[in-house]
């Protein structure tokens, strides 16, 4: 049972243009969401988060909005660099759950130049 | 700091031995968490610990495998005898706040 999918596998973008990785969970108890991303050889590095009482987080480049009724979130990373070439993975958390993140499969980003 | 430190980053080994994989958290974090990413399941979480108190193991495969945390820098995870599907990448990460896990950059082990 996969509470949080990425149903992308992968995604090709040309530099200079938005990428969009979309997220859906099925467990109304997550309140708390994050992307990771994930080099070769190297660990998932946090890249963003939101908390469900907000629809919108920005850091930079990188901007979460969530729409809690339909259970969905996406990335949008704008504009897209040749460096954010990566494996993006979204998870979720809920309040009682002391912390504990159920992870998305992934989806590859290739943002060409 | 230096980040959460696995190692090590590469195990081969043969089936039927025992295989310890170590983590070293970042400093001041209480809570430690092993996974484990294959092709076929993605990152799953095996177990984690709060203040190197051991609170949910139920994603541990079976038996065979084990995590330890003696103290508040240094957690282990051994598989014995370790197998073939055993082989995979496996996580270390740590957090303090807002649940944020920092993850080490893993260790990849190859079990023949």
């Known amino acids: 049972d996969q509470q949080v999918k990425q149903n992308s596998p992968s995604l090709s973008v040309q530099e200079g243009r938005i990428s969009i990785l979309n997220c859906d969970y099925t467990n109304s108890m997550f309140d708390y969401f994050l992307w990771y991303k994930k080099y070769p050889a190297e660990g998932p590095t946090f890249l963003i988060s939101?908390?469900?009482?907000?629809d919108k987080n920005e850091d930079g480049r990188f901007t979460v909005f969530l729409n809690k009724s339909a259970k969905h979130l996406s990335l949008h990373i704008v504009p897209s660099q040749p460096g954010d070439s990566a494996v993006y993975f979204c998870?979720?958390?809920?309040?009682?759950?002391?912390?504990?993140?159920?992870f998305g499969s992934g989806t590859q980003l290739t943002v060409l130049p | 700091d230096a980040g959460v430190i696995q190692s090590p980053r590469h195990e081969v080994t043969e089936m039927g031995q025992e295989v310890t994989l170590r983590c070293k958290p970042i400093s001041g974090h209480d809570y430690l968490f092993w996974y484990r990413q294959t092709m076929m399941r993605g990152l799953e979480l095996l177990i984690y610990?709060?203040?190197?108190?051991?609170?949910?193991d139920s994603g541990m495969p079976e038996d065979r495998f084990s995590a330890k945390m003696p103290n508040a820098s240094f957690s282990t995870l051994k598989i014995q005898p370790s197998e073939p599907r055993d082989s995979a990448v496996y996580f270390c990460?740590?957090?303090?706040?807002?649940?944020?896990?920092?993850f080490g950059a893993g260790t990849r082990l190859s079990v023949l």
């Open positions: 990460a740590s957090s303090f706040l807002q649940n944020i896990q920092y």
């Open positions: 610990f709060n203040n190197n108190v051991p609170i949910d």
């Open positions: 998870a979720a958390s809920g309040s009682g759950s002391a912390r504990q993140l159920t």
């Open positions: 939101i908390s469900s009482i907000k």
